[in-house]
């Protein structure tokens, strides 16, 4: 393995998988962020965010010494020669588009205190163009030999160690043969396993990261789209969807119907896409994504009104059980949650609501204060006349519905990820209802 010293700049999900996962492979990894707070809990082996097997591989890689952090650029300069850039490139407030003010700030505070060759590598998700810009920045702010690579992140929270050290591609643009060497030799374990590795230019590895997201999203919405179809002809898109699913040219992943998408990623990243394509006056190309996202969002009020039905007409006093906060399951991100807007939408509508998560709760009570929370399911749903399975987190799809039905007022549950067995809900008395199914 040729000796680089990496650094990460920017310890979200992305940069703290991606640090410890390269220390992991026995690189020496020097991590960066500006919150302090944070930094201090990294440094102890205290992970700030839920992500299956993360905590061990960090503590592991901080103990033998392979992993450390820093709030410090100067600190950051002096140590290494590739710098992966890792920080966050949220929706806009009150816009589609993405903010990259934290990549430009990034390569200020960096670029002007290297002495010496050095390769960035930048992992956001960015509108198109902003690696020909940074690039073009980079030149201004040094003369050294400095030099920029852009090498999406495809990672899925749930899955962050596994999809960082077992990747399906590895896409790179590079600007030149040295560049692509130098990344090369960062991920020979990857490429060595037989992993793709791919390079491009600026643009094609920028595009790639997008139209991935903008993909899974649309296949995503097209299933939720036949559930609207379904829901008016009596159909069941479960059965629909498994046997779209043997065609392998459409495939069975991310056909499955229910709440639609939510999280960090692919509701602000089709949001951004279309805003950049707008800059680029190519609108139209992208204009279907306009649609992606309104079907997505038309399945969080069919929820709301499936629940409502149940109870005659009206929330007012009921008691609401909801299961699941989190955006996905294995996860405690509630950004852009359909579970939390769904709860949030409902208690608005004056249903006492009280919402159990099994990691989400303290995130969910940050997002929305007025809510309540329960420290179990069995204590969710003590006296509720409605049951809304709105995350499929194991222990949900493993409910007994004999023994959550002696704790509920009523036996209604419906279940917006299509994760139960209706017969046997059924069988257990309970009105079970649920989106694209009769
Ligand atoms: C997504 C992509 O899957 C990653 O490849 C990408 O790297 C990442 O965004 C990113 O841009 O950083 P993630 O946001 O972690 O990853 O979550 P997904 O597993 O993609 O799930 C997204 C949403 O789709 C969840 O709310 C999930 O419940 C929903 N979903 C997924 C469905 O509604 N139906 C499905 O069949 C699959």
């Given at each position: 393995?040729?000796?680089?010293?990496?650094?990460?700049?920017?310890?979200?999900?992305l940069?703290?998988?991606?640090?410890?996962?390269?220390?992991?492979?026995?690189?020496?990894v020097?991590?960066?962020?500006?919150?302090?707070?944070?930094?201090?809990?990294?440094?102890?082996?205290?992970?700030?965010f839920?992500?299956?097997g993360l905590?061990?591989?960090?503590?592991?890689?901080?103990?033998?010494?392979?992993?450390?952090?820093?709030?410090?650029?100067?600190?950051?300069?002096?140590?290494?020669d590739?710098?992966?850039?890792?920080?966050?490139?949220?929706?806009?407030q009150?816009?589609?588009?993405?903010?990259?003010?934290?990549?430009?700030?990034?390569?200020?505070?960096?670029?002007?205190?290297?002495?010496?060759?050095?390769?960035?590598?930048?992992?956001?998700?960015?509108?198109?163009?902003?690696?020909?810009?940074v690039?073009?920045l980079?030149g201004?702010?040094t003369?050294?030999?400095?030099?920029?690579?852009?090498?999406?992140?495809?990672?899925?929270?749930?899955f962050?160690?596994q999809?960082t050290?077992?990747?399906?591609?590895?896409v790179?643009?590079?600007?030149?043969?040295?560049?692509?060497k130098?990344?090369r030799?960062?991920?020979?374990?990857q490429?060595?396993?037989?992993?793709p590795?791919?390079?491009?230019?600026?643009?094609?590895?920028?595009?790639v990261?997008?139209?991935?997201?903008a993909?899974?999203?649309?296949?995503?919405?097209?299933?939720?789209?036949?559930?609207e179809?379904?829901?008016?002809?009596?159909?069941?898109?479960t059965?629909?969807?498994?046997?779209?699913?043997?065609?392998?040219?459409?495939?069975?992943?991310?056909?499955?119907?229910?709440?639609?998408?939510?999280?960090?990623?692919?509701?602000?990243?089709?949001?951004?896409?279309?805003a950049?394509?707008?800059?680029?006056?190519?609108?139209q190309?992208?204009?279907f994504?306009?649609?992606?996202?309104?079907?997505?969002?038309?399945?969080?009020?069919?929820?709301?009104?499936?629940?409502?039905?149940?109870?005659g007409?009206?929330?007012?006093?009921?008691?609401?059980?909801?299961?699941?906060?989190?955006?996905?399951?294995?996860?405690?991100d509630?950004?852009?949650?359909?579970?939390?807007?769904?709860?949030?939408?409902i208690?608005?509508?004056?249903g006492?609501?009280?919402?159990?998560?099994?990691?989400?709760?303290?995130?969910?009570?940050?997002?929305?204060?007025s809510?309540?929370?329960?420290?179990?399911?069995?204590?969710?749903?003590?006296?509720?006349?409605?049951?809304?399975l709105?995350?499929e987190?194991?222990?949900?799809?493993?409910?007994?519905p004999?023994a959550?039905?002696?704790l509920?007022?009523?036996?209604?549950?419906?279940?917006?990820?299509?994760?139960?067995?209706p017969?046997?809900?059924?069988?257990?008395?309970?009105?079970?209802?649920?989106?694209?199914?009769?």
């Open positions: 393995m040729v000796a680089h010293r990496l650094t990460v700049i920017g310890t979200g999900y940069g703290t998988t991606h640090a410890a996962a390269m220390a992991e492979l026995g690189f020496e020097l991590g960066l962020d500006i919150d302090e707070d944070r930094i201090a809990r990294l440094a102890a082996g205290d992970l700030p839920y992500e299956p905590p061990e591989l960090l503590r592991r890689n901080l103990a033998a010494g392979r992993l450390r952090f820093t709030t410090s650029y100067a600190e950051l300069a002096e140590f290494g590739v710098h992966f850039l890792c920080v966050g490139t949220p929706q806009r009150g816009e589609n588009a993405a903010d990259v003010s934290f990549v430009d700030s990034a390569i200020r505070s960096l670029v002007p205190l290297l002495r010496r060759e050095a390769l960035i590598v930048g992992k956001s998700t960015v509108p198109v163009g902003t690696a020909a810009r690039a073009g980079i201004e702010l003369s050294e030999n400095v030099e920029l690579a852009w090498n999406p992140e495809f990672l899925r929270e749930g962050a160690v999809d050290l077992h990747p399906d591609r590895i790179a643009g590079v600007p030149s043969a040295a560049a692509e130098i990344l030799e960062v991920y020979a374990a490429i060595g396993e037989g992993v590795f791919l390079t491009t230019d600026y643009p094609t590895a920028e595009l990261k997008v139209s991935a997201n993909f899974l999203a649309t296949k995503i919405s097209f299933i939720n789209a036949m559930a179809v379904c829901e008016a002809t009596g159909a069941d898109v059965k629909l969807s498994q046997a779209l699913s043997y065609d392998d040219r459409i495939g069975g992943k991310f056909l499955g119907p229910g709440l639609g998408f939510g999280g960090g990623c692919l509701p602000k990243d089709i949001r951004a896409f279309m950049r394509a707008g800059e680029l006056g190519v609108d190309a992208l204009s994504l306009r649609e992606v996202d309104a079907i997505n969002i038309r399945r969080r009020h069919r929820m709301v009104d499936l629940a409502r039905d149940l109870l007409g009206s929330f007012d006093g009921r008691g609401v059980a909801v299961l699941g906060a989190a955006f996905k399951p294995d996860s405690d509630v950004r852009d949650s359909p579970a939390l807007d769904v709860a949030a939408a208690q608005q509508q004056g006492v609501v009280t919402v159990y998560d099994p990691q989400a709760n303290a995130n969910a009570a940050r997002a929305q204060p809510l309540s929370f329960a420290a179990s399911t069995a204590e969710a749903a003590r006296g509720a006349d409605v049951t809304l709105l995350t987190w194991r222990e949900f799809r493993d409910l007994d004999e959550l039905g002696t509920v007022a009523v036996r209604n549950i419906v279940d917006g990820r299509n994760a139960l067995d017969e046997r809900w059924r069988a257990a008395g309970w009105t079970y209802k649920a989106l694209g199914r009769p």
